[in-house]
């Protein structure tokens, strides 16, 4: 998939969201494109398409500025992503993908990571687990760390593997508890595209009331995109 050019106006938007050349602890970005009636997809395991070509083209120009991203078993299944960057063909500053697999469902062998990283269009995975697997796989990096502990993975990712910003784009249920977790959220980048997807999707609502700061919004062809801070 080639993509469209970016918007001249969306990285002077962007800016004041995006993480800083330094700081002493990972800088995290919560990102991800929703319906009007805050669905993120049709319904679970189901690919679902929602934001405008040109937002899409923003996703990637967001990963170029991370080091790493991070999805849960669900979207891994689901989409079975790539997780690399295509902004300016900039294969080489893909940010490190970070699957969190306490399930075990999820495999490398034969997913669309492993092709990238075997033709060297993206980066070696880490993989996060409750304990480490019988039949390790020398293709990846396994980090034990236990389900909801994100404080605790996002320090060790910065300990470990030297990740100084992460943006993580989904699924629901990593979305709703890292919206509860407003102390480790900096930058929350949210693309609402023109759809609804109906009662039977999968919905984005934290478990209670969450008030926002720092609200600013860019409207681009069909999408509008809203970058804003937790209180």
């Not at 669900?74 to 697999?101: E, F, H, V, W």
């Not at 784009?169 to 930058?187: C, D, H, K």
């Amino acid at each position: 998939m080639s993509l469209v050019p970016l918007k001249p106006d969306l990285p002077v938007f962007l800016r004041p969201y995006l993480p800083p050349d330094n700081d002493s602890k990972p800088f995290i970005t919560l990102t991800y494109a929703q319906s009007l009636d805050s669905r993120i997809s049709k319904g679970h395991g189901i690919r679902t398409t929602i934001s405008h070509p040109e937002t899409k083209t923003m996703t990637h120009y967001l990963r170029y500025h991370h080091d790493g991203i991070l999805v849960g078993t669900g979207t891994a299944l689901a989409d079975d992503p790539g997780l690399n960057c295509k902004y300016n063909d900039a294969m080489d500053q893909s940010p490190r993908p970070i699957i969190l697999n306490h399930s075990g469902k999820w495999k490398f062998n034969g997913s669309k990571l492993q092709e990238l990283y075997e033709k060297g269009h993206g980066k070696k995975p880490i993989i996060v687990v409750s304990e480490l697997p019988v039949d390790e796989d020398s293709s990846v990096d396994y980090l034990v760390c236990q389900s909801r502990q994100w404080s605790i993975l996002f320090d060790k990712l910065h300990k470990e593997y030297g990740l100084k910003s992460i943006m993580v784009e989904g699924g629901a249920n990593v979305i709703n508890q890292l919206l509860m977790s407003s102390n480790l959220v900096n930058s929350l980048i949210i693309t609402v595209g023109p759809v609804y997807l109906g009662e039977k999707g999968v919905s984005v609502s934290p478990a209670g009331p969450l008030q926002l700061k720092d609200v600013d919004w860019w409207k681009g062809t069909s999408d509008v995109v809203m970058c804003a801070r937790l209180h």
